[in-house]
């Protein structure tokens, strides 16, 4: 069984950035990112994280981010991807005016690029949407780019709160490390896990 975590970083819509970019971390060990984070806790960053009740990579020191992001790519059983939407090529004025479809859309585009090879795949999703319409419409455009692809495999979708699950919190600091490469032409912290990170476009440059 497969097991995917997906979190983003920067603003869908406005402008407040000029990238959007969502990231999904694959494993089929989720234990092992419990462990990560654990780990991390309990030894090496243990003062600082002390009263903290999750970790998030825009809230971290440095030494916290490269920390997270080096046991991320240390991990053989974790690889990584991200969509990077650059809102200058928006197209679409309903979009830009809807941020829960242009997440939608994104994270579509994102599973439209998925191989999925595995008979089970479980994805979880920070619990972002607050009304169930929002989460089934969510819902529907993953699992509808995942049918057009024909995968021959079972998919649940589950909206979590991040500070419950490691695979969350460890997917803040790749979406965060993509975006902070494209947003800020800063890539310390996304070339520690470039090698085992695939990064898609929504749309390339007419």
Same mark, same amino acid.
């Given at each position: 069984?497969?097991?995917?975590f997906i979190d983003e970083s920067g603003d869908p819509c406005g402008s407040g950035s000029d990238y959007f970019v969502i990231g999904t971390l694959w494993t089929t060990r989720p234990e092992d990112l419990d462990r990560?984070?654990?780990?991390?806790?309990?030894?090496?960053? @243990? &003062? /600082? *994280?002390?009263?903290?009740?999750? +970790?998030?990579?825009?809230?971290?020191?440095?030494?916290?981010?490269?920390?997270?992001?080096?046991?991320?790519?240390?991990?053989?059983?974790?690889?990584?991807?991200?969509?990077?939407? @650059? &809102? /200058? *090529?928006?197209?679409?004025?309903? +979009?830009n005016s809807h941020s829960h479809k242009l997440y939608n859309y994104v994270c579509g585009a994102l599973a439209s690029e998925w191989v999925l090879d595995d008979k089970e795949v479980s994805i979880r999703i920070d619990y972002s949407k607050g009304k169930q319409a929002l989460r089934n419409d969510f819902d529907h455009y993953i699992k509808g780019n995942i049918e057009q692809k024909r995968w021959n495999c079972s998919v649940t979708v589950q909206h979590s709160y991040s500070h419950n699950w490691s695979g969350l919190q460890l997917a803040d600091f790749v979406s965060w490390a993509v975006f902070r490469a494209k947003q800020y032409k800063d890539d310390r912290f996304f070339r520690i896990i470039e090698h085992k990170t695939t990064v898609f476009p929504v749309w390339k440059k007419r």
């Open positions: 069984m497969k097991f995917a990560i984070v654990k780990n991390l806790r309990r030894y090496k960053f @243990k &003062k /600082e *994280l002390k009263k903290i009740s999750e +970790l998030k990579a825009n809230q971290s020191s440095d030494e916290v981010r490269i920390g997270v992001l080096r046991k991320i790519a240390e991990n053989e059983h974790i690889t990584c991807q991200a969509i990077v939407l @650059k &809102k /200058e *090529l928006m197209y679409s004025e309903y +979009l």
